[in-house]
């Protein structure tokens, strides 16, 4: 519809994972007046090494409202519980229908590598939920129209900024995002639950303090700004045309190309 807003849909495995890559960027698109939107493909239910899996889920699911509702964003409840991000053609029938629903002209998403298995299986679900956004024939759960607008999907950096053979992964695209980083920061300490879990079972002393320093270090490797976040498009085709690349367009002043990312071997 002309005139219509244009809007953005972050789609991460767990609650907090949007907050930990992803929020800067989200951020930003609404500022520039995107509407945007929000939704973990997984509950967060084995978040806790004290709490049920019933109370872990509920809880991790006030956190995660609270979270977009700081980021301004409009929560979509979760599909599965954790570990159970299987690329399988129930999850993608309802995910499809969650992006038919949105019609997002921007996705941000998961790198396809990372760390474990949950990140790089939403990645897979976002793509192929996006590409059959314009089929008819491909039925949703519950079923939706078809929205056959042009969409571009951005990979977000894996945590540790490594893949799961630990190479580098070098981003295409970097968005400052110093001037959200607070924001950022505060929609992540909505997921309080998280502290004692993430220093238990991965060693993050302080989640707060670690995605700090890893929003400085991709700030380090954009050589600009202090906070950043890094982003690689998604091919074009069955998505938009060829040079269509919204973020950079939205974001003008915030994103600066990476000069040695090479597209002939990356």
């Known amino acids: 519809m002309k005139g219509a807003r244009k809007s953005a849909f972050a789609i991460a495995a767990h609650p907090d994972d949007i ?52 980021l301004g964003a409009k929560y979509h409840p979760p599909l599965c519980d954790d570990l159970e991000i299987f690329y399988d053609l129930k999850t993608l029938r309802r995910l499809a229908a969650a992006i038919r629903d949105v019609a997002p002209s ?12 949950d990140h790089m299986n939403t990645s897979r ?38 893949d799961q053979l630990r190479r580098r992964i070098t981003p295409e695209l970097f968005v400052n995002t110093a001037s959200v980083h607070a924001t950022k920061r505060e929609a992540l300490a909505a997921h309080a639950s998280q502290k004692e879990w993430l220093d238990a079972t991965q060693g993050m002393d302080s989640y707060l303090a670690e995605m700090d320093t890893m929003s400085r270090e991709v700030g380090k490797l954009a050589g600009k700004c202090e906070h950043a976040e890094g982003w690689r498009r998604h091919l074009h085709l069955g998505f938009s045309a060829r040079d269509e690349d919204p973020l950079s367009k939205a974001l003008e002043g915030f994103v600066h190309k990476n000069p040695t990312y090479d597209l002939e071997t990356n």
């Open 19 to 70: 907050e930990f890559v992803m929020a800067g960027t989200l951020l930003l698109l609404g500022r520039a007046g995107y509407d945007l939107h929000y939704m973990t493909v997984a509950s967060g239910n084995c978040g806790s090494m004290t709490m049920s899996t019933a109370k872990t889920r509920t809880v991790r699911r006030k956190e995660s409202v609270a979270a977009a509702k700081i």
């Open 106 to 117: 921007i996705i941000l998403t998961h790198s396809p590598e990372d760390y474990m298995e």
């Open 125 to 162: 679900l976002a793509v192929s939920a996006a590409f059959v956004r314009g089929m008819p024939n491909f039925k949703t759960s519950p079923q939706r129209k078809q929205a056959p607008n042009e969409v571009a999907i951005y990979h977000a950096l894996p945590h540790g900024l490594r």
